[in-house]
């Protein structure tokens, strides 16, 4: 990203572009402001339409945390997010560094491999994973064989262990770490330091803007993560914020807005926040996987 | 430090030479090498190819969830394609798909270029044109809910404002999956015009300049300059923008339930069904077989679409 100088000078065409962009970018926000200010109305508001609440009903976010175990519901998201990060930290730019950077037999073809995995669709793979992660052996239940019980079904391991590496986030790193010199690791081996304690304590330093772009990847998946948590689990001690938020809306009939976009402004904010603060990372991140293709 | 990131040219390492003799220095590398690599090379094999491949076997059994299935051959293919409610998921998906995947390529190129240009407050428009992606589906799909409420939504109040009657949005079987197409556009532009936007600033000024100096129009360097050097950013865009519209799953889950009268069945959704509610595993196998199909078809035609442009795609 070129950063600029001066400030830009404002001709008649770029003025235009500006009003075009900003009427486009209020397009884009214009469905979380309606939920803003519908979180603040009473619930007789909503049955006819103002842009703004008559009065501000802060209880609506207290109540609406009341009506559904939503606390639960939002540790559980927060568990299986710090679950499945710090292993795909650790795992996907160990990988690509290897990938990347040391002297493995059949390199390339392991490198297409992950590519290939890239392409499939999870959903794809939910009707076996489901049986795999239910015939995992000793689990739940089960013999040796994985025969007999329910293995990790509606366990913590269902929700995050398929999770703790994804091939997109290993062909992420290696991408990043293809573009780091190798010289500085041959100057730490005449210095003695091991093959694995280059990588620990030369490379992935140097890598921290690829460690905070997966991160944020994620946890932004991890935090969104629907289908999966509604296949692989069926209690409500394990079920995330995304779960209780659709057991909301799906209230046919009967939907309490009000609190509805209460919840979903606090299932959301999180998330806005934390692109707002990681977004040159984000953007860093999509340039190296995306233009490489 | 990201600034680095982008503008540093990723190229990729050379192969050391490889010694007929590999000395211990090597040989301390390669093993430190599948070490680092085991952990997400292992994982991808159990939770990923693994299944992969079990779907493909899936598909010609009539397994269920309680019991272990028995081969019946392309059964499940034949009838899947007397299936009334697969078709139409079928060809909802790809409706689906046709409509968002090219609106969305073009405004999300459009405003790429947009944000290209040196204007004031490029890092805020840049953020809210992002915003809905990082978002979850299920609260947008909740907030889209309300927003196509009939009766108080903020829809059919921007359609009185237009003198346009007003509609049932969701619950109106012509409408609701036209409704969720601009959904799915909505949140899915942001992701491609970060893509374009980055692809854009890494073309390279000079040629840029130098098509300026032999005194050609904007229009000129756009087709000459600018979109060729787009093209496997185009593949990129297009290949990821198909997959994501093939997964469609949250949002129809949460608004609509695949109505009213089926027409907002898509196949992801067919495959929650007869896998999680008819129990049906061999045959919701063979439908994600169907789609992976398709998916590949559809890949491989943009793939032939933008041979011209670039050999090595």
Same mark, same amino acid.
């Given at each position: 990203?070129?950063?600029?100088?001066?400030?830009?000078?404002?001709?008649?065409?770029?003025?235009?572009?500006?009003?075009?962009?900003?009427?486009?970018?209020?397009?884009?926000?214009?469905?979380?402001?309606?939920?803003?200010?519908?979180?603040?109305?009473?619930?007789?508001?909503?049955?006819?339409?103002?842009?703004?609440?008559?009065?501000?009903?802060?209880?609506?976010?207290?109540?609406?945390?009341?009506?559904?175990?939503?606390?639960?519901?939002?540790?559980?998201?927060?568990?299986?997010?710090?679950?499945?990060?710090?292993?795909?930290?650790?795992?996907?730019?160990?990988?690509?560094?290897?990938?990347? #950077?040391?002297?493995?037999?059949?390199?390339?073809?392991?490198?297409?491999?992950? =590519?290939?995995?890239?392409?499939?669709?999870? #959903?794809?793979?939910?009707?076996?994973?489901?049986?795999?992660?239910?015939?995992?052996?000793?689990?739940?239940?089960?013999?040796?064989?994985?025969?007999?019980?329910?293995?990790?079904?509606?366990?913590?391991?269902?929700?995050?262990?398929?999770?703790?590496?994804?091939?997109?986030?290993?062909?992420?790193?290696?991408?990043?770490?293809?573009?780091?010199?190798?010289?500085?690791?041959?100057?730490?081996?005449?210095?003695?330091?091991?093959?694995?304690?280059?990588?620990?304590?030369?490379?992935?330093?140097?890598?921290?803007?690829?460690?905070?772009?997966?991160?944020?990847?994620?946890?932004?998946?991890?935090?969104?993560?629907?289908?999966?948590?509604?296949?692989?689990?069926?209690?409500?001690?394990?079920?995330?914020?995304?779960?209780?938020? +659709?057991?909301?809306?799906?209230?046919?009939?009967?939907?309490?807005?009000?609190?509805?976009?209460?919840?979903?402004?606090?299932?959301?904010?999180?998330?806005?926040?934390?692109?707002?603060?990681?977004?040159?990372?984000? =953007?860093?991140?999509?340039?190296?996987?995306?233009?490489?293709? | 430090?990201?600034?680095?990131?982008?503008?540093?040219?990723?190229?990729?390492?050379?192969?050391?030479?490889?010694?007929?003799?590999?000395?211990?220095?090597?040989?301390?590398?390669?093993?430190?090498?599948?070490?680092?690599?085991?952990?997400?090379?292992?994982?991808? =094999?159990?939770? @990923?190819?693994?299944?992969?491949?079990?779907?493909?076997?899936?598909?010609?059994?009539?397994?269920?969830?309680?019991?272990?299935?028995?081969? @019946?051959?392309?059964?499940?293919?034949?009838?899947?394609?007397?299936?009334?409610?697969?078709?139409?998921?079928?060809?909802?998906?790809?409706?689906?798909?046709? +409509?968002?995947?090219?609106?969305?390529?073009?405004?999300?190129?459009?405003? +790429?270029?947009?944000?290209? #240009?040196?204007?004031?407050?490029? +890092?805020?428009?840049?953020?809210?044109?992002?915003?809905?992606?990082?978002?979850?589906?299920?609260?947008?799909?909740?907030?889209?809910?309300?927003?196509?409420?009939?009766?108080?939504?903020?829809?059919?109040?921007?359609?009185?404002?237009?003198?346009?009657?007003?509609?049932?949005?969701?619950?109106?079987?012509?409408?609701?999956?036209?409704?969720?197409?601009?959904?799915?556009?909505?949140?899915?532009?942001?992701?491609?015009?970060? =893509?374009?936007?980055?692809?854009?600033?890494?073309?390279?000024?000079?040629?840029?300049?130098?098509?300026?100096?032999?005194?050609?129009?904007?229009? #000129?360097?756009?087709?000459?300059?600018?979109?060729?050097?787009?093209?496997?950013?185009?593949?990129?865009?297009?290949?990821?923008?198909?997959?994501?519209?093939?997964?469609?799953?949250?949002?129809?889950?949460?608004?609509?339930?695949?109505?009213?009268?089926?027409?907002?069945?898509?196949?992801?959704?067919?495959?929650?069904?007869?896998?999680?509610?008819?129990?049906?595993?061999?045959?919701?196998?063979?439908?994600?077989?169907?789609?992976?199909?398709?998916?590949?078809?559809?890949?491989?035609?943009?793939?032939?679409?933008?041979?011209?442009?670039?050999?090595?795609?």
């Amino acid at each position: 990203m070129s950063s600029f100088a001066e400030t830009p000078r404002l001709t008649p065409g770029r003025t235009v572009l500006m009003v075009v962009l900003a009427l486009g970018g209020f397009l884009m926000v214009v469905p979380f402001l309606w939920m803003i200010l519908t979180s603040f109305k009473t619930l007789n508001e909503v049955n006819g339409f103002a842009w703004l609440p008559n009065q501000v009903e802060w209880m609506n976010y207290v109540n609406a945390l009341k009506a559904a175990p939503f606390a639960t519901y939002f540790r559980n998201s927060v568990i299986v997010v710090v679950g499945q990060t710090i292993p795909v930290l650790l795992f996907c730019t160990a990988a690509g560094y290897a990938l990347a #950077q040391l002297p493995i037999r059949g390199r390339k073809g392991i490198l297409n491999y992950f =590519i290939l995995l890239l392409i499939v669709p999870f #959903q794809v793979l939910i009707v076996p994973l489901f049986l795999v992660v239910r015939r995992i052996p000793l689990a739940g239940g089960n013999d040796i064989l994985g025969n007999g019980g329910t293995g990790w079904l509606n366990t913590w391991a269902a929700l995050i262990v398929p999770f703790v590496s994804a091939p997109l986030f290993t062909f992420l790193a290696r991408q990043f770490f293809v573009s780091l010199p190798a010289e500085l690791a041959d100057a730490a081996r005449v210095d003695g330091v091991s093959e694995i304690g280059i990588f620990f304590r030369i490379m992935a330093p140097l890598a921290a803007p690829a460690f905070v772009t997966i991160a944020l990847f994620n946890v932004e998946s991890a935090w969104n993560g629907f289908i999966w948590p509604l296949v692989a689990t069926s209690s409500e001690n394990l079920r995330p914020l995304q779960f209780g938020l +659709a057991t909301f809306a799906q209230g046919q009939g009967s939907v309490q807005w009000p609190f509805l976009m209460a919840m979903s402004a606090l299932a959301t904010l999180p998330m806005i926040l934390l692109f707002i603060f990681g977004q040159r990372y984000f =953007i860093a991140g999509m340039a190296t996987s995306g233009i490489k293709g | 430090m990201s600034t680095q990131t982008i503008d540093r040219p990723v190229v990729a390492a050379e192969p050391r030479p490889v010694r007929r003799r590999r000395n211990g220095v090597e040989r301390a590398k390669a093993r430190a090498g599948w070490l680092l690599l085991a952990p997400s090379l292992v994982h991808s =094999i159990l939770f @990923i190819a693994l299944p992969g491949v079990m779907a493909v076997y899936l598909s010609f059994t009539n397994a269920r969830v309680a019991g272990q299935g028995e081969w @019946i051959g392309v059964k499940n293919y034949l009838d899947l394609f007397q299936d009334a409610d697969f078709l139409h998921a079928l060809k909802n998906t790809l409706l689906y798909t046709v +409509a968002v995947v090219p609106v969305a390529m073009a405004v999300s190129l459009a405003v +790429a270029i947009g944000l290209n #240009q040196k204007i004031p407050g490029r +890092a805020l428009f840049r953020t809210l044109f992002y915003i809905p992606v990082v978002t979850s589906t299920v609260a947008v799909a909740a907030v889209w809910l309300w927003i196509y409420n009939p009766a108080a939504g903020l829809g059919n109040q921007v359609l009185a404002f237009f003198g346009v009657a007003r509609s049932g949005w969701l619950t109106d079987p012509d409408v609701a999956l036209p409704a969720l197409m601009l959904v799915g556009i909505w949140q899915g532009l942001g992701a491609k015009m970060i =893509i374009y936007l980055a692809a854009l600033q890494s073309i390279s000024p000079d040629l840029l300049e130098a098509a300026k100096l032999d005194g050609a129009s904007k229009w #000129q360097t756009f087709w000459n300059v600018t979109w060729p050097g787009l093209a496997p950013v185009h593949f990129f865009v297009l290949v990821t923008s198909i997959a994501s519209s093939f997964q469609v799953f949250d949002l129809i889950y949460v608004t609509t339930g695949g109505g009213p009268a089926n027409a907002t069945n898509v196949l992801t959704f067919d495959i929650f069904s007869n896998a999680f509610e008819r129990l049906h595993l061999g045959y919701a196998s063979a439908e994600t077989v169907v789609m992976l199909v398709f998916v590949g078809i559809l890949i491989s035609l943009g793939r032939l679409s933008l041979r011209g442009h670039r050999e090595d795609l």
